[in-house]
């Protein structure tokens, strides 16, 4: 992972996230690595641990700034399942999440619904967690 992780890393920094601010006061840049840390430190596979490092690079239903639109840019950095985790983070309707939790489709903001494998539930519970986490210790 690490050198995915080294380019992942520059790659947030020449989209600006560490000038970026979050929700928690801080760069988004430090969010995301605080992201990453817990992921990393709970021992999660390094495409869970990378998709959290990027968490937000799209926008979310609650922090609306895009770094980027570009899906191939992040994914020729990340990899393909990284970056669909990352992906799905940015637009899934989190409110709705555990009204559909446990099955395999999921509702994304606008109201579509998209298939989710079990591993990659698991990938957002532990990203939404850890995202909660680092949140609420930053704030």
């Not at 669909?84 to 446990?102: D, M, Q």
Request: with cysteine.
């Amino acid at each position: 992972m690490d050198d995915r992780l080294e380019s992942a890393y520059h790659m947030l920094e020449d989209l600006g996230a560490a000038e970026m601010r979050h929700n928690s006061g801080g760069a988004l840049l430090s969010h995301t690595v605080g992201v990453f840390n817990i992921l990393y430190n709970q021992d999660e596979s390094d495409d869970i641990c990378l998709a959290g490092l990027c968490h937000s690079v799209y926008g979310t239903q609650y922090y609306k700034r895009k770094a980027t639109d570009d899906r191939e840019l992040v994914k020729s950095v990340i990899g393909e399942k990284a970056e669909r985790l990352a992906w799905l983070f940015c637009y899934l309707n989190r409110e709705k999440f555990w009204e559909y939790y446990g099955q395999g489709l999921k509702p994304l903001l606008g109201g579509d619904m998209i298939e989710v494998s079990p591993e990659e539930e698991s990938g957002l519970l532990a990203m939404i967690e850890a995202n909660q986490q680092e949140s609420t210790r930053s704030s």
